[in-house]
């Protein structure tokens, strides 16, 4: 079954003749050999003799580069989801469809930010498999005052803390179950506060109780008074969304704290696909995307369902609902929206806070366009108009985000001993970022694969 499609390791790996950037400081290795056994790399020079039965890989015109890294994802959220009916078994056929798209977009680690505790335990048996699969890592089910904002807008996703001894059963579902982290959600609301917080016992319990297990906080808060209130109640270690605008008292408490904050610029981006059709005729979107979702992105009438149930949503008592859809769904607003995310991108890179790339592919399931793989890739873009030059754009979608999820020791850079997830590209990203989207092979783990190869495709 393709849902299982095995994740099977060479003998031994060869990839000669790459332009090697190893994310650790220093300038690109030309002409470069990576020597792979098993799953870890074993030596990086030039003319390095192939073990007897080697698979040897011809890298001349390609970069190697650290698998990439993305640090927020949702796997389980089909994009347009409410928009067409599945079955269970649908459903989780396109979950394990969208780990193998991340894995042939060149993405070899993923934090998945969100998700039910079913879609977790169908994730776990599908790895204890052996299905291909990026590196995943969860924060579990994320936890939700009551009527809070991951509640209301996912339902059956949350777990619902009400009380103090609550969030001790919750903390405790996400040690059994193996989460990184803890998720909580400080969203008063996207134009005016219609969620509730949590109260101050429950804050205290969520940090105190995190602190004692050891799982760090991440928190969902995006404009400047939520994440305020988060700096101020919880004192994560990581804010899921940038800034939805600049503010420089949020910017320069961010820096003094060290906190990390993942971009997430594509949740404004993704919205564009709307008024974009062309993104979906990109050749790697047509591999990777499931079927019953470009349709579903590519139907007209697709659109404004959206941009209604959005606003249903988000202003559910606000009157005049169509104008207000058509007000917040034109592409200008959506590009200003976005340039104000930018700029507060740039503060707080120039400010010293460590930006670690996230996508929020899947992001809602309302918006149909959040691929999961490409979405990646185009948020890697991103960094790259907001500023930040591709070294440092890359950076942030390998070095950084796996010194932030604690596994720098085995995987973000090229180095003799860390694990083989690598990916050669066409071309050179460290001049054109474009070049992630010419994948030539992807290293997971030591078994190298085409994107074809790893989507399952013939």
């Not at 219609?194 to 969520?206: C, G, K, L, Q």
Request: glycine share 10%.
């Amino acid at each position: 079954m393709l849902l299982l499609a095995p994740l099977t390791l060479a003998a031994d790996l060869l990839i000669e003749h790459a332009r090697v950037w190893e994310a650790t400081g220093g300038a690109p290795r030309e002409d470069t050999d990576v020597l792979v056994q098993g799953d870890r790399i074993v030596a990086i020079g030039s003319g390095l003799t192939p073990p007897e039965g080697a698979h040897v890989i011809d890298g001349r015109g390609a970069t190697l580069l650290p698998g990439l890294v993305d640090s927020h994802v949702h796997p389980s959220f089909e994009p347009g989801a409410p928009f067409r009916t599945a079955t269970v078994e649908q459903h989780q056929a396109l979950l394990a469809a969208h780990l193998r798209a991340y894995v042939a977009c060149g993405v070899t680690t993923v934090l998945d930010a969100a998700i039910s505790p079913e879609d977790w335990a169908f994730v776990r048996g599908a790895l204890a498999s052996g299905a291909s699969a990026p590196r995943y890592l969860t924060l579990g089910p994320p936890l939700s005052p009551p009527h809070g904002y991951p509640e209301v807008v996912v339902p059956g996703l949350s777990s619902t803390v009400a009380t103090p001894a609550d969030v001790d059963r919750a903390l405790d579902l996400l040690v059994s179950g193996g989460a990184i982290g803890v998720k909580t959600a400080v969203e008063g609301g996207a134009v005016r506060d219609i969620w509730p917080p949590y109260s101050p016992e429950v804050s205290e319990a969520i940090r105190a109780g995190a602190e004692a297990r050891g799982l760090p906080l991440y928190a969902h808060a995006i404009s400047p008074t939520d994440q305020r209130r988060a700096l101020d109640t919880l004192r994560p270690e990581v804010l899921l969304h940038g800034l939805d605008r600049p503010d420089g008292g949020v910017v320069a408490r961010a820096a003094a704290a060290g906190v990390v904050v993942v971009s997430t610029l594509s949740v404004i981006d993704m919205m564009r696909g709307a008024w974009q059709p062309e993104r979906l005729a990109d050749p790697l979107v047509r591999l990777v995307v499931p079927q019953s979702e470009l349709a579903t992105a590519g139907d007209p009438r697709t659109a404004r369902k959206f941009e209604r149930a959005m606003v249903e949503t988000l202003l559910p008592r606000m009157t005049c609902k169509n104008l207000v859809a058509w007000a917040f769904a034109r592409e200008s607003t959506t590009r200003a929206r976005l340039g104000r995310q930018m700029h507060a991108l740039r503060d707080l890179v120039d400010a010293g806070v460590e930006i670690a790339m996230g996508s929020d592919s899947g992001a809602w399931p309302l918006i149909p366009y959040g691929f999961h793989g490409p979405t990646t890739l185009r948020e890697i873009a991103l960094l790259g108009e907001a500023g930040l030059t591709p070294s440092e754009a890359l950076l942030a979608s390998t070095r950084t985000p796996a010194r932030m999820l604690g596994i720098d020791s085995d995987v973000g850079t090229i180095e003799v001993g860390k694990i083989a997830d690598l990916l050669l590209v066409e071309g050179d990203p460290l001049t054109d970022l474009g070049a992630l989207w010419r994948a030539r092979i992807v290293v997971r783990a030591g078994a190298a694969r085409t994107p074809v190869e790893w989507i399952g495709g013939p």
